[in-house]
C-alpha cells in the first residue's frame, strides 16, 4: 500500500477553544490522504485510487491503544466537531456535544478519528471526483457498499498505524459501519457502539430512499448525472432531503415543534404558497442540504444503505456477527420509526444467542431518529459510562 498524505500531518490543535466553549475541541482543519492502491469493491469493480477526508481530536497515546473512530450518517462527513475559524457565526461540526475534554468521547483520553465515506461529496473521492480523464466521474463512478466504506476506513486506520480500534461506533448508518467493522475485522475492534441502527435495511427504509431518487431523477437538470459543468438539480435534492428529514423526526416532535401554525400567522391563504410553518421548515432544511450536498453522492449513499445487510456473503445474521470478538453497546430510541427497537433486538438477540457481550440500552426521547444527536445528556451517561468502564478494564 502506498499513501500519499495531501497536506502535512500536524497534530490538531486542541489548545485554541473560544472563550465561551470552554470544553469545545477548538480550531480543527481536515486532512487529506491519497491512497495509490486499489480498493476492490463488493459490486465485483475496483476503485483503482481514491483519496479519504478525515479529522482527528486528541492524542494517540504512546502504545496507539486509545483510538476511536466515529463513523457519520447519510447527511455527515468527517467534520464531527470543532471549528474550521474564529468566526463566532460558524457552526460546529456535527457531533461537536459529543466530542471534546470531558464531552461522551473525551479526548483529554481518546484519540477520536472520523472521516468521510467513500462515494461521498467532503473530501473523500466520490462521483464528484474526476476520473482518470479529466473529467467527474458522475454515473460511471461504481457502486459502493458500508462494507466497502469500511474497508477505505481500514486503510487509513493502517496509514495512522493503529493495530486496533479502542471502539468503533456512530448513529444511524455510522452504527451500520461499526458493525460491519466487528463483523470484517473482528481482531481490530475493541468495542462496537451501535446506536440508532439496523442490521438491516427494511423494506420501508428501502422505499424512503428511494422516494428521493425518484425526485433528483425527475428534477431535469439532473441530465443523467452529468451535471457539474453547468446547473445543478437543486430543486429535486431539496425534495429528497425533505423526505429524508421527515423520517429522522417524529410525529410527537413535529407537533411540540410546529403543530399546526401557520408560517405568517394570519390563518390560511387558501392557495400554493406556504401556509404552515412546518412547510417552510422543510423547504429552509431542502435549501440548506443543497449548499453543501452532491446529488449524485445522494444517490450512491442510499444505495449502500438500500444494500445494507450484514448477513450478506456470511449467511445469517448470526453467523456473521459469530465472527465479532468484542463487546457491544446497541442504543435503541422509542420515538425512532426509521431503524426501531425491533430491528436493534435482531443483533442483541444474535449476540446474546451467541453468549457475546452486549449491553442494550432503550431510551425514550420523543425527537425520533435523530434523539441520538439531541439527547446530549442521556446519551453522555450511555455511551460515555460504557467506555469509562471498558477503558478503567483495559487499564486493570
Same mark, same amino acid.
Given at each position: 500500500?502506498?499513501?500519499?498524505?495531501?497536506?502535512?500531518?500536524?497534530?490538531?490543535?486542541?489548545?485554541?477553544?473560544?472563550?465561551?466553549?470552554?470544553?469545545?475541541?477548538?480550531?480543527?482543519?481536515?486532512?487529506?490522504?491519497?491512497?495509490?492502491?486499489?480498493?476492490?469493491?463488493?459490486?465485483?469493480?475496483?476503485?483503482?485510487?481514491?483519496?479519504?477526508?478525515?479529522?482527528?481530536?486528541?492524542?494517540?497515546?504512546?502504545?496507539?491503544?486509545?483510538?476511536?473512530?466515529?463513523?457519520?450518517?447519510?447527511?455527515?462527513?468527517?467534520?464531527?466537531?470543532?471549528?474550521?475559524?474564529?468566526?463566532?457565526?460558524?457552526?460546529?461540526?456535527?457531533? @461537536?456535544?459529543?466530542?471534546?475534554?470531558?464531552?461522551?468521547?473525551?479526548?483529554?483520553?481518546?484519540?477520536?478519528?472520523?472521516? /468521510?465515506?467513500?462515494?461521498?461529496?467532503?473530501?473523500?473521492?466520490?462521483?464528484?471526483?474526476?476520473?482518470?480523464?479529466?473529467?467527474?466521474?458522475?454515473?460511471?463512478?461504481?457502486?459502493?457498499?458500508?462494507?466497502?466504506?469500511?474497508?477505505?476506513?481500514?486503510?487509513?486506520?493502517?496509514?495512522?498505524?493503529?493495530?486496533?480500534?479502542?471502539?468503533?461506533?456512530?448513529?444511524?448508518?455510522?452504527?451500520?459501519?461499526?458493525?460491519?467493522?466487528?463483523?470484517?475485522?473482528?481482531?481490530?475492534?475493541?468495542?462496537?457502539?451501535?446506536?440508532?441502527?439496523?442490521?438491516?435495511?427494511?423494506?420501508?427504509?428501502?422505499?424512503?430512499?428511494?422516494?428521493?431518487?425518484?425526485?433528483? &431523477?425527475?428534477?431535469?437538470?439532473?441530465?443523467?448525472?452529468?451535471?457539474?459543468?453547468?446547473?445543478?438539480?437543486?430543486?429535486?435534492?431539496?425534495?429528497?432531503?425533505?423526505?429524508?428529514?421527515?423520517?429522522?423526526?417524529?410525529?410527537?416532535?413535529?407537533?411540540?415543534?410546529?403543530?399546526?401554525?401557520?408560517? /405568517?400567522? /394570519?390563518?390560511?391563504?387558501?392557495?400554493?404558497?406556504?401556509?404552515?410553518?412546518?412547510?417552510?421548515?422543510?423547504?429552509?432544511?431542502?435549501?440548506?442540504?443543497?449548499?453543501?450536498? @452532491?446529488?449524485?453522492?445522494?444517490?450512491?449513499?442510499?444505495?449502500?444503505?438500500?444494500?445494507?445487510?450484514?448477513?450478506?456473503? &456470511?449467511?445469517?445474521?448470526?453467523?456473521?456477527?459469530?465472527?465479532?470478538?468484542?463487546?457491544?453497546?446497541?442504543?435503541?430510541?422509542?420515538?425512532?420509526?426509521? &431503524?426501531?427497537?425491533?430491528?436493534?433486538?435482531?443483533?442483541?438477540?444474535?449476540?446474546?444467542?451467541?453468549?457475546?457481550?452486549?449491553?442494550?440500552?432503550?431510551?425514550?426521547?420523543?425527537?425520533?431518529?435523530?434523539?441520538?444527536?439531541?439527547?446530549?445528556?442521556?446519551?453522555?451517561?450511555?455511551?460515555?459510562?460504557?467506555?469509562?468502564?471498558?477503558?478503567?478494564?483495559?487499564?486493570?
Amino acid at each position: 500500500m502506498v499513501a500519499i498524505p495531501i497536506n502535512p500531518m500536524t497534530k490538531t490543535d486542541c489548545t485554541t477553544r473560544r472563550a465561551y466553549q470552554s470544553d469545545s475541541v477548538g480550531i480543527v482543519r481536515r486532512q487529506y490522504v491519497h491512497f495509490e492502491t486499489p480498493l476492490a469493491l463488493r459490486s465485483g469493480e475496483t476503485l483503482e485510487r481514491f483519496t479519504l477526508a478525515y479529522e482527528t481530536y486528541g492524542r494517540l497515546n504512546a502504545d496507539r491503544s486509545n483510538a476511536i473512530l466515529i463513523c457519520h450518517a447519510l447527511s455527515g462527513d468527517a467534520h464531527v466537531a470543532g471549528y474550521y475559524t474564529d468566526d463566532p457565526q460558524e457552526k460546529p461540526g456535527w457531533w @461537536d456535544d459529543a466530542v471534546g475534554p470531558g464531552k461522551m468521547f473525551d479526548t483529554d483520553r481518546f484519540f477520536v478519528i472520523c472521516s /468521510n465515506v467513500i462515494g461521498g461529496c467532503q473530501g473523500s473521492t466520490g462521483p464528484a471526483s474526476l476520473a482518470e480523464d479529466g473529467k467527474p466521474y458522475s454515473l460511471r463512478f461504481p457502486f459502493v457498499t458500508v462494507a466497502d466504506m469500511v474497508a477505505a476506513q481500514r486503510h487509513l486506520v493502517d496509514f495512522l498505524g493503529i493495530e486496533k480500534l479502542f471502539a468503533v461506533g456512530g448513529g444511524s448508518m455510522g452504527g451500520m459501519q461499526a458493525l460491519q467493522w466487528a463483523v470484517d475485522y473482528p481482531a481490530r475492534v475493541g468495542s462496537v457502539l451501535f446506536i440508532a441502527s439496523t442490521p438491516r435495511s427494511s423494506t420501508q427504509n428501502i422505499a424512503f430512499n428511494e422516494i428521493g431518487r425518484q425526485a433528483i &431523477y425527475a428534477d431535469p437538470k439532473w441530465n443523467n448525472g452529468d451535471y457539474y459543468h453547468g446547473p445543478r438539480p437543486e430543486k429535486g435534492l431539496a425534495v429528497a432531503r425533505m423526505v429524508g428529514h421527515i423520517t429522522y423526526m417524529s410525529e410527537s416532535s413535529l407537533e411540540q415543534k410546529f403543530s399546526r401554525r401557520t408560517q /405568517n400567522g /394570519n390563518g390560511l391563504a387558501y392557495g400554493f404558497d406556504t401556509d404552515f410553518a412546518v412547510e417552510s421548515y422543510l423547504q429552509h432544511q431542502g435549501q440548506k442540504f443543497v449548499e453543501r450536498f @452532491d446529488a449524485n453522492s445522494y444517490l450512491y449513499i442510499t444505495k449502500a444503505l438500500d444494500y445494507y445487510d450484514v448477513a450478506d456473503g &456470511y449467511g445469517s445474521l448470526q453467523a456473521a456477527v459469530a465472527r465479532a470478538q468484542c463487546p457491544f453497546l446497541v442504543v435503541s430510541i422509542s420515538s425512532d420509526w426509521l &431503524y426501531t427497537r425491533e430491528q436493534a433486538l435482531e443483533l442483541v438477540d444474535a449476540l446474546r444467542d451467541l453468549e457475546r457481550e452486549v449491553q442494550h440500552e432503550h431510551i425514550e426521547a420523543t425527537f425520533g431518529h435523530d434523539s441520538f444527536l439531541v439527547e446530549v445528556e442521556t446519551m453522555t451517561h450511555i455511551v460515555g459510562g460504557f467506555l469509562d468502564r471498558l477503558w478503567e478494564k483495559q487499564k486493570a
